[in-house]
């Protein structure tokens, strides 16, 4: 028997390269449980070269259909493809040609926004919706087509099958043709496209409200050369407990990755990695579990409380606390959002 949620995995793994009707249809038909549909469809698209198959999805293809008198081999020809390439799309937060992405919290109509939040925020409990955002799709080179497309995006703990279905017949009702919709549990596991997608997207509702979320000081002043430093009174912890800190910073999902090395400040000649971590709540850089766990020396002290309050432990991540630690980054670095900036709007 054929898993809904199986199927569902490889719609999101062949999305973006799928032709739109195809995905739109698939999933409607998944929602209804009409899993052999969803499984000829997919396996004509790959015959005809419009979807690339790994041997992973052509066994579960072959599975499904195996009861319904298609031949074993039906999809022995079709070429494999096990890389996870991204399609040929650039992905945006505002529309292109000109449009701008709304800075955080920035309020702006937009009927299929509205239908698409109300989806989701309207869904029954065994949906557990945790978000939803949405970006622009549209060629990665000069080209009058395809136009541009919107993709929503949304993470939800259980449900997922059926709520691409209700977001979809949402958009359709506000006007949108064959609406792209990308249900996930998981963001770890994500295709790069959805992954991709979701860097660049604006987020549009979340379950849980917005709160602050603080940038750790690694240093607590310049020298006189200009040079960072730690402040005298900056305390020292214990062994044991720098071993459960520094177990916390290096467990915090990862912001930004680096390969600038900078001068230890207490070793000039060792080096120092600037990645930058999070857990929702606060942002660091790795330079605070370097100086931890080599000299003892506490992080900021807003940060080593709030650990400590959390007995040490790194709380779960979700796709919303992962956006919105971006934007706090995004605007303690270089201002409010831009062209090239998601943030956060609300979307009624």
């Keep these: 028997m054929i898993v809904p949620s199986a199927l569902h995995r490889l719609l999101l793994r062949v999305a973006g390269h799928a032709p739109g009707p195809l995905l739109a249809a698939a999933r409607r038909w998944l929602a209804a449980g009409e899993v052999t549909e969803v499984a000829r469809a997919v396996a004509f698209a790959a015959l ?55 800075p955080v919290g920035e309020a702006g109509p937009d009927p299929a926004d509205r239908a698409a939040v109300a989806a989701v925020a309207g869904a029954d409990g065994s949906a557990e919706p945790v978000g939803l955002w949405r970006v622009w799709r549209h060629p990665a080179t000069a080209t009058p087509h395809p136009p541009a497309r919107r993709v929503y995006l949304a993470q939800a703990r259980a449900g997922a099958v059926a709520l691409a279905a209700r ?39 979340a379950a849980r409200p917005a709160e602050p979320v603080r940038i750790a000081a690694t240093f607590d002043a310049l020298d006189a050369a200009g040079i960072p430093a730690f402040g005298a009174d900056r305390p020292r912890l ?37 990645d930058l971590r999070g857990d929702g709540r606060w942002v660091w850089s790795a330079a605070a579990g370097h100086y931890l766990t080599r000299y003892r020396i506490a992080p900021d002290p807003g940060l080593l409380a709030a650990i400590r309050a959390a007995d040490y432990t790194v709380p779960d991540v979700d796709a919303v606390a992962v956006h919105r630690a971006r934007a706090a980054l995004v605007e303690a670095i270089g201002g409010p959002g831009g062209p090239e900036r998601p943030g956060e709007r609300a979307a009624g």
């Design 48 to 102: 005809a070269r419009q979807v690339r198959l790994t041997d992973a999805d052509a066994r579960l293809l072959t599975g499904a259909l195996a009861a319904t008198g298609f031949p074993a081999d039906l999809l022995a020809d079709v070429p494999r493809c096990e890389r996870d390439d991204p399609p040929p799309y650039a992905l945006t937060p505002a529309r292109p040609a000109g449009g701008r992405a709304d």
């Design 167 to 205: 977001i979809q017949a949402a958009l359709v009702a506000a006007g949108e043709h064959d609406p792209l919709v990308e249900v996930f549990a998981d963001a770890v596991d994500l295709p790069s496209y959805q992954r991709h997608a979701l860097d660049r997207a604006v987020l549009l509702w």
């Design 238 to 274: 214990s062994a044991a407990e720098a071993d459960r800190v520094a177990g916390y910073l290096a467990a915090g999902f990862c912001l930004v990755t680096s390969p600038v090395r900078v001068p230890d400040v207490m070793e000039p000649a060792r080096e120092v990695p600037t």
